[in-house]
């Protein structure tokens, strides 16, 4: 489902709920907050387009495979495999609240062309990225 759908989705629960007999304010304003951070999860904040370089390989990968999908971990991480670079970059920058496209593209470089060559984990990758990301 495309972010527009979700978010039309999301509205609308919002407008029947807030119209619904229900009467406990604090429910409608937890309602309406789990809703908006579903949307805010389901948001893609980088993506393929948002690459500053080319040379990626592009496998496809089966649904659930942990080098693209769930949170960073003891996982191999391969810096070459463009999938696993905007999965990685999408993950971080969710769980570290960044929201703009040029903070992906600072660790897009810094992985393609700075990630030390014993790095091999995506968990690793991440402690790297957080140590050595500047603003």
């Not at 496809?60 to 942990?66: E, S």
């Not at 040029?102 to 060559?117: A, F, Q």
């Amino acid at each position: 489902m495309s972010f527009q759908l979700q978010f039309l989705v999301a509205v609308a629960a919002v407008v029947q709920y807030l119209f619904s007999p229900i009467k406990a304010i604090k429910t409608r304003m937890r309602f309406i907050i789990s809703i908006f951070r579903k949307i805010a999860v389901a948001m893609i904040l980088f993506s393929r387009r948002n690459l500053h370089y080319s040379d990626y390989k592009w496998t496809v990968y089966i649904q659930h495979d942990p080098r693209v999908t769930g949170r960073p971990d003891d996982t191999l991480f391969n810096k070459e495999e463009g999938n696993e670079v905007v999965y990685l970059i999408n993950k971080l920058m969710t769980l570290w609240d960044y929201r703009f496209s040029n903070t992906g593209n600072k660790m897009e470089k810094l992985i393609h062309d700075k990630l030390p060559p014993e790095i091999t984990k995506q968990e690793e990758v991440q402690i790297w990225l957080k140590e050595n990301l500047k603003f």
